[in-house]
């Protein structure tokens, strides 16, 4: 059974429905990363499982328990806000021992957590320091171990690094993955950015119009798309359609294309991302070979991104330098067998 179930969820807010028939899990110790542009419902499902909302149908279970109902206070779960939301009165210390005090932790215990936290995030010492006084990945810190320091059952993080410079972002999410790893503490991170969330999750949500398109492993979603919208999310740029002519594949202008895997359908698309296609004059001999014209040149420091029309449609290629070719060049590209990626829709 997992940790965590989200059963045919709806929510919104009035008329607003943002969340249809909506569901999820979570298993113990995974670090799940709900993706995805703005407006898709993840912030909303965050919301729902923190208990600051409740969905109009469908129920909640966490470790068996039915928590639909059960409001924020009484779930354990710890939540890290993109804005920090610290209390600037008040110095490091009483900010991470907030929750203890809360909870009427004994004195001695409550420093001795307060002080392994700190130790843990790497504050030591920076106790009797106030939040006006500290960096902004100083102050994220000291959030993260005021959410931990009350052994969650669960740790949220909403888009917790988006305030940070992009140095700052790698440096705290490596933290972050190494302190749940450490630990071994269940988590659930929404963001928008794609490389922060397949570097630090065991598996992500892709998350379009209220409804989760593919979950899986970060290797599983960026090698196996299976839908159009994840395949461009995830960096794919050309699309082509293909249908099975008795023992193989063709183009829709009767190319024959060889693939590694065969697709149920008789008809499908198939995509291929711009690195992995090959170019070269128009009188190679390359593997799934597609004549075409070079309608634009782009350079990109160590690679060239080429623009090229061809009868199955415009393709974006990006190669070394090594090879130039200059805006209406006879070319052919050349769709390596083991790249090209069969799609659903």
Same mark, same amino acid.
């Given at each position: 059974?997992?940790?965590?179930?989200?059963?045919?969820?709806?929510?919104?807010?009035?008329?607003?429905?943002?969340?249809?028939?909506?569901?999820?899990?979570?298993?113990?110790?995974?670090?799940?990363?709900?993706?995805?542009?703005?407006?898709?419902?993840?912030?909303?499902?965050?919301?729902?499982?923190?208990?600051?909302?409740?969905?109009?149908?469908?129920?909640?279970?966490?470790?068996?328990?039915?928590?639909?109902?059960?409001?924020?206070?009484?779930?354990?779960?710890?939540?890290?806000?993109?804005?920090?939301?610290?209390?600037?009165?008040?110095?490091?210390?009483?900010? $991470?021992?907030?929750?203890?005090?809360?909870?009427?932790?004994?004195?001695?215990?409550?420093?001795?957590?307060?002080?392994?936290?700190?130790?843990?995030?790497?504050?030591?010492?920076?106790?009797?320091?106030?939040?006006?006084?500290?960096?902004?990945?100083?102050?994220?810190?000291?959030?993260?171990?005021?959410?931990?320091?009350?052994?969650?059952?669960?740790?949220?993080?909403?888009?917790?690094?988006?305030?940070?410079?992009?140095?700052?972002?790698?440096?705290?999410?490596?933290?972050?993955?190494?302190?749940?790893?450490?630990?071994?503490?269940?988590?659930?991170?929404?963001?928008?950015?794609?490389?922060?969330?397949?570097?630090?999750?065991?598996?992500?949500?892709?998350?379009?119009?209220?409804?989760?398109?593919?979950?899986?492993?970060?290797?599983?979603?960026?090698?196996?798309?299976?839908?159009?919208?994840?395949?461009?999310?995830?960096?794919?740029?050309?699309?082509?359609?293909?249908?099975?002519?008795?023992?193989?594949?063709?183009?829709?202008?009767?190319?024959? $294309?060889?693939?590694?895997?065969?697709?149920?359908?008789?008809?499908?698309?198939?995509?291929?991302?711009?690195?992995?296609?090959?170019?070269?004059?128009?009188?190679?001999?390359?593997?799934?070979?597609?004549?075409?014209?070079?309608?634009?040149?782009?350079?990109?420091?160590?690679?060239?991104?080429?623009?090229?029309?061809?009868?199955?449609?415009?393709?974006?290629?990006?190669?070394?330098?090594?090879?130039?070719?200059?805006?209406?060049?006879?070319?052919?590209?050349?769709?390596?067998?083991?790249?090209?990626?069969?799609?659903?829709?």
């Amino acid at each position: 059974m997992a940790l965590l179930e989200l059963q045919h969820i709806t929510a919104g807010y009035g008329k607003n429905i943002i969340l249809r028939d909506f569901n999820l899990e979570v298993e113990k110790g995974d670090f799940v990363s709900l993706l995805g542009s703005s407006g898709c419902g993840k912030t909303t499902t965050l919301r729902l499982i923190a208990g600051f909302s409740e969905p109009e149908e469908g129920k909640l279970v966490f470790s068996g328990r039915d928590i639909t109902h059960v409001p924020l206070h009484k779930r354990n779960f710890g939540f890290v806000f993109q804005s920090y939301a610290l209390f600037p009165h008040m110095t490091v210390y009483d900010n $991470v021992a907030f929750g203890l005090k809360m909870r009427r932790v004994p004195k001695d215990e409550m420093r001795r957590r307060v002080l392994e936290m700190l130790e843990l995030v790497d504050l030591k010492g920076f106790e009797d320091r106030y939040p006006r006084e500290m960096s902004g990945g100083q102050r994220q810190r000291v959030a993260l171990a005021r959410a931990m320091v009350i052994r969650p059952d669960l740790m949220l993080f909403d888009e917790p690094l988006s305030n940070l410079d992009a140095k700052l972002r790698v440096k705290m999410r490596v933290e972050i993955r190494r302190i749940q790893q450490e630990l071994g503490f269940t988590a659930i991170y929404v963001t928008h950015d794609q490389e922060e969330c397949f570097a630090i999750s065991d598996k992500v949500a892709i998350m379009n119009q209220g409804v989760i398109e593919q979950m899986g492993t970060p290797a599983e979603i960026f090698n196996g798309p299976r839908t159009e919208f994840i395949a461009r999310f995830v960096g794919f740029e050309n699309f082509f359609t293909i249908t099975r002519q008795q023992d193989m594949w063709q183009t829709e202008s009767g190319i024959p $294309v060889r693939l590694s895997s065969s697709p149920a359908r008789d008809t499908c698309k198939a995509c291929i991302r711009p690195e992995d296609v090959q170019i070269a004059g128009s009188g190679s001999q390359l593997e799934n070979g597609v004549p075409g014209l070079v309608t634009v040149a782009t350079f990109l420091g160590r690679m060239v991104q080429y623009n090229v029309r061809t009868d199955i449609g415009e393709f974006v290629v990006k190669t070394e330098q090594s090879q130039v070719y200059s805006i209406g060049s006879a070319v052919r590209l050349g769709l390596r067998e083991n790249k090209i990626i069969p799609i659903l829709s």
